[in-house]
């Protein structure tokens, strides 16, 4: 029997200035702190899922050279780097500079590209059959779409991070469709899924997919809403938030 996670992720670099307010247009924030740490949604998901329930292995691509702080955070929460691929090739990171509020649920972010390749190798194509729940929270849609391609045959349970920049993608959206028994993303993400896929209520976004069991949501002070394909609704409040920022930042508590 297949064992473990496969998450498919990204790994960045990133900057997180904490100010008091985000600045409006043509204002000006005073930046109270700054943190340089590493982020991305992929590596912090799997993190916390092989802290939480069992092996887990990120797929995902870094630039070449020693990487000795990512080796130590690797190794701190259990996470396997076999299924990573180090483009000797390159050099930088993706880089994510990020303005983070006192109260905000939001933040402003930029994005800095860096010279990795983010085309999974074959090796780790191969690697994906080997487990028995594939997680998809990755923001590239390019290598998204070669291991949902590849994972097309395999009958293990699948969850997808969905993105309201990735669902845009008619490829992507046919390959979630047909594949994802869950579906995680906050409550901008499943108004763009509904507009896209044209349904009148969350509720029946179950009949465009081909396994769909459960949505969860992500709202914010309010919790995380699930739903089930019997339509039997679980809220789970947020018991203690002082700030609410995507996954991927604040990744500073983890580094």
Do not use: W
């Not at 997680?135 to 293990?156: G, N, P, Q």
């Not at 979630?176 to 993303?185: E, F, P, R, T």
């Not at 089930?228 to 938030?241: G, Q, T």
């Amino acid at each position: 029997m297949n064992e473990g996670i496969a998450c498919v992720g990204n790994i960045t670099k990133d900057t997180l200035f904490y100010v008091d307010t985000l600045p409006a247009v043509d204002d000006v924030s005073t930046v109270r702190e700054k943190r340089i740490c590493f982020g991305g949604r992929g590596l912090i998901v799997a993190a916390i899922l092989s802290t939480l329930c069992s092996p887990t292995s990120l797929f995902t691509s870094i630039p070449g050279g020693e990487n000795n702080d990512l080796k130590s955070f690797l190794k701190n929460y259990n996470l396997n780097d076999l299924s990573i691929f180090i483009d000797e090739r390159s050099n930088n990171y993706n880089e994510v500079l990020v303005t983070i509020g006192k109260t905000e649920e939001n933040c402003t972010s930029l994005f800095i590209p860096g010279d990795s390749s983010s085309d999974p190798s074959s090796e780790q194509l191969s690697q994906l059959s080997n487990y028995r729940l594939l997680y998809f929270t990755s923001h590239d849609l390019k290598s998204s779409i070669r291991y949902l391609e590849t994972s097309l045959k395999m009958s293990c349970k699948k969850i997808v991070n969905i993105s309201s920049y990735m669902i845009k993608s008619k490829s992507y959206l046919e390959l979630i469709k047909k594949q994802a028994d869950v579906l995680i993303g906050n409550e901008i993400e499943f108004d763009n899924l509904q507009r896209v896929l044209g349904c009148e209520s969350i509720s029946s976004i179950y009949k465009y997919f081909n396994r769909l069991k459960k949505l969860f949501m992500t709202r914010g002070k309010k919790g995380v809403h699930c739903r089930l394909k019997n339509c039997h609704r679980i809220e789970f409040p947020a018991l203690r938030v002082d700030i609410q920022t995507p996954v991927g930042v604040g990744d500073s508590q983890y580094h």
